[in-house]
């Protein structure tokens, strides 16, 4: 039962984003609200992609364990890429069929770039070319420094 549900956990986080994408790109275009602000669509199409490729990345590493090795690391980034381009493709066309929402190619290239730099990034933590760890301790730091002896996140 435990081993079962060990299978089952790291599709959660996948299954979720996936979920908001496709009902978000479910509603009516004149039901969403945009704030004015200039690029926001593109922006949020880079961070939900982005969390999609970040979903992606965890459920491979739980199913593949040879994306563990130095080789599978790219591999767990083009198949996150993959994944995300072709839900991106599969996105905007089923947004050809909600009212007052169209297709835009200027999406699936926010959703390719917000998928990339996740992607890149976990390359370069995983070859360790990015330490994140140290760098979350002098973020930390600083703000503990900041508080007076209070860690505040």
Request: proline content about 5%; charged content about 15%.
């Amino acid at each position: 039962m435990i081993k079962a549900l060990n299978r089952i956990i790291p599709l959660v986080p996948l299954i979720t984003v996936m979920g908001t994408i496709f009902y978000l790109s479910h509603q009516p275009g004149d039901s969403l609200y945009m704030p004015s602000i200039f690029l926001f669509d593109k922006l949020a199409h880079m961070a939900i992609y982005a969390l999609l490729a970040a979903a992606v990345l965890y459920a491979s590493y739980s199913f593949y364990p040879q994306f563990k090795k130095d080789e599978g690391k790219v591999m767990a980034s083009l198949l996150a890429m993959t994944v995300c381009i072709l839900y991106g493709i599969g996105d905007e066309f089923h947004q050809s069929f909600i009212p007052d929402r169209f297709v835009s190619f200027g999406d699936v290239v926010a959703d390719v770039m917000g998928a990339a730099a996740v992607c890149v990034v976990w390359i370069l933590w995983k070859k360790r070319i990015i330490p994140i760890s140290t760098l979350l301790l002098k973020v930390c730091h600083k703000k503990q420094e900041k508080g007076k002896g209070v860690l505040k996140l």
